[in-house]
């Protein structure tokens, strides 16, 4: 099973085909390689193993980003338990 995470695009390198992705507050870099469309800055894209997938729609990646933020907090819950 694949795992993509929706991302905010803050800033495109055009030369070397990599966008700056904000995923959750952290920044990272991921290559525009397999995309065919355009990716511009604002763009809600998915991204996976370094490479951004696809667009995704702003509702949607907010969604999916609230359903992150509950797994991750349940997460921390569950290791709280055990300490």
Not at 6 to 32: F, W
């Amino acid at each position: 099973m694949c795992l993509a995470i929706p991302s905010k695009v803050v800033s495109i390198d055009e030369k070397d085909n990599m966008a700056t992705l904000d995923t959750l507050g952290v920044q990272r870099k991921a290559s525009l390689d397999l995309m065919q469309e355009e990716v511009s800055i604002g763009d809600y894209v998915l991204l996976h193993i370094g490479y951004v997938m696809g667009k995704i729609d702003k509702e949607d990646a907010m969604q999916s980003l609230e359903l992150y933020r509950q797994i991750i907090n349940e997460m921390e819950s569950s290791q709280e338990d055990y300490s």
